[in-house]
Each structure stands twice: as structure tokens, then as C-alpha cells.
């Protein structure tokens, strides 16, 4: 379960919205759109006032020179800001279809002049938090009304997780956000490499292994270390994500040791040291401390 109210977000109306997903099963995606309006405190109450007055709130209205955020629903329930396509209920595809409108014009991208700063960023925290992933599926925005480089395929809006322009939703027409820069939302909330502390992966071994199945001492940190093991084959999937460091994951990182790491003898047991622990972090985006 991903981020259902963003705190760093001021709410905005009566926090309700939309309704259930109709296809909860596929990806999550994200809709960017923009008011067609300019950007202050004023437009923020005026536009976000006139968004709700007609019906059309999507989940997200962002000023993007001042880096105010404000919510007007729960990300896990649909929007109003998409038309359908036919039958097909656009505001509710995917497990969530996170629609955010940019208080800018789409005839003048904003990442060309906006801020962004940490209110984008818990935006862009809980986005992610979803599992949608920094892509644009459908690829190139539309650059004016009516632009066919702008691709509105059913196929990949039914079937890929990501980012979408309303211009690459099909059954729509506008053609807002603009030919804003992709990577430039990407970049402005970089992923923080996690981090695991050897020091307590030495203490949770000393102090799961003896206590009764399933006690955690560091259980974010040991499930990094165990979905990394996970990876490699060596844990079953089973045991993979309970955050424990029980026998069965110290068996997993001996395998590790013999099989990757190729070392033998006491090299190869015991408890984990910072070179092997290391050689496992450059394997899988995580970062080890002493
Ligand atoms: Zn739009």
C-alpha cells in the first residue's frame, strides 16, 4: 500500500472525490496536466476553487513557483479531470492514476521556469510510493493541440505503469501538460540509495536467531539484505521480506559468499563482514555503513 494523503499537502474541499478503481490490477501511472491559468496564491484559491465548482478535480493541484501542494482526494480512489474513452473510465485505470494539475499554460512548459523544491518532492515520494515507475510509456508530449507525435495508444495506457501527459490519454483531446522537459521531473526528486548499517545486521543476527520465529530487531535493513539474497536465488520468497534474520538467511549468505563471492572455509560463514555485505549493496542499489 502506497501513500494515500501526502502530509506535506494541504487539503483541499471535502477530501472526496471519486470512487474505486476500475482495474486495480494494473499498473499505477500518474496523469500531468496543466490549469491553462497562471500561477500565485491567488490562482491556486481561484482555480482550485473553479476545478471543484465544475467537477473536475484531479487529486493534485501544484503551483510550480512557489512549490505549494494541495490534495483534493485519496490517491487510491479515481479523480474527475480525464474524460472516458467510450466505455472505457479513464480517471479510474490502474491501481491508482494519480492526476496532478501544474498551475501553468501548456504553451509555455513549466520545467522551462518552475522551482521545484520539497513539497515536490514528498509529491513525487508518494508517486513512487505506488510502485509507478520514472517512465513515460507512451513517449513524446504534444507540443501543440492536435500534435499525432503524442501517442494516445490504448494498448499502452490499458497495460504500462508511468507518467502520461493528458495529451497521450486516449478518448482525450487536450493537449496540456506541454512539451514540458520529462527527465527534469525525474530529477528534481532524486531516489535516495538506501542504506544498511553493518552494525545492525550484526545485531539483529545475534538477537532473531535465538528469539522465536519472525522477531525483527532492524526489519527494514534485514529486508533489504533479504530481497537482495531473494534476488540472487539463494532465499526463498517465502522468507524473503519478513525483516528477520533467522537461520535460514544466514544459511542464504553463506551461499552468497561460496557461490559469488567464491570464499571457502571461515571466510564463507558466520556473521556478515563489511566486504562481502558491500559486494551484495553494489548488486542491489543499497548502500552499506559501518
Ligand atoms: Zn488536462
Redesign the pocket.
Known amino acids: 500500500m502506497g501513500e494515500i494523503w501526502i502530509k506535506e499537502a494541504e487539503q483541499l474541499g471535502d477530501g472526496s472525490i471519486g470512487g474505486a478503481m476500475d482495474s486495480p490490477s494494473s499498473p499505477g501511472r500518474v496523469?500531468w496536466?496543466?490549469t491553462e491559468s497562471g500561477h500565485g496564491d491567488v490562482s491556486f484559491t481561484n482555480v482550485g476553487d473553479y476545478l471543484r465548482s465544475i467537477g473536475a478535480e484531479p487529486h493534485i493541484l501544484y503551483d510550480p513557483t512557489t512549490d505549494r501542494l494541495g490534495q483534493y482526494g485519496p490517491l487510491n480512489q479515481s479523480a474527475r479531470?480525464?474524460k472516458n474513452d467510450g466505455i472505457s473510465r479513464t480517471n479510474r485505470t490502474g491501481r491508482v492514476c494519480i492526476q496532478i494539475?501544474v498551475l501553468a499554460r501548456a504553451s509555455k512548459p513549466f520545467t522551462g521556469y518552475w522551482k521545484p523544491g520539497k513539497n515536490f518532492q514528498a509529491l513525487m515520494r508518494a508517486i513512487r510510493s505506488w510502485g509507478v515507475p520514472d517512465v513515460f510509456p507512451a513517449g513524446a508530449l504534444a507540443s501543440s493541440y492536435g500534435d499525432t507525435r503524442a501517442s494516445r495508444s490504448r494498448t499502452t495506457w490499458a497495460t504500462k505503469g508511468g507518467h502520461y501527459g493528458?495529451s497521450n490519454v486516449p478518448g482525450?483531446d487536450?493537449w496540456?501538460?506541454g512539451a514540458i522537459d520529462k527527465s527534469a521531473l525525474f530529477a528534481a526528486a532524486p531516489v535516495e540509495t538506501p542504506k544498511v548499517s553493518l552494525k545492525h545486521i550484526l545485531a539483529a543476527r545475534t538477537a532473531d536467531r535465538p528469539a522465536p520465529d519472525g522477531h525483527t530487531t532492524y526489519p527494514a535493513e534485514v529486508k533489504l539484505v533479504e530481497a537482495a539474497l531473494k534476488a540472487e536465488g539463494f532465499l526463498a520468497a517465502t522468507y524473503a521480506s519478513d525483516g528477520s534474520w533467522g537461520t535460514r538467511t544466514d544459511a542464504a549468505y553463506d551461499r552468497f559468499r561460496r557461490e559469488v563471492l567464491k570464499l571457502t572455509g571461515t571466510d564463507a560463514t558466520g556473521a556478515p563482514g563489511l566486504t562481502s555485505l558491500k559486494a551484495l549493496a553494489a548488486r542491489h542499489n543499497f548502500a552499506v555503513i559501518a
Do not use: C, F, I, Q
Request: proline share 9%; glycine share 0%; hydrophobic share 25%.
Open positions: 496523469v496536466h496543466t479531470a480525464l494539475e493528458h482525450n487536450h496540456d501538460p
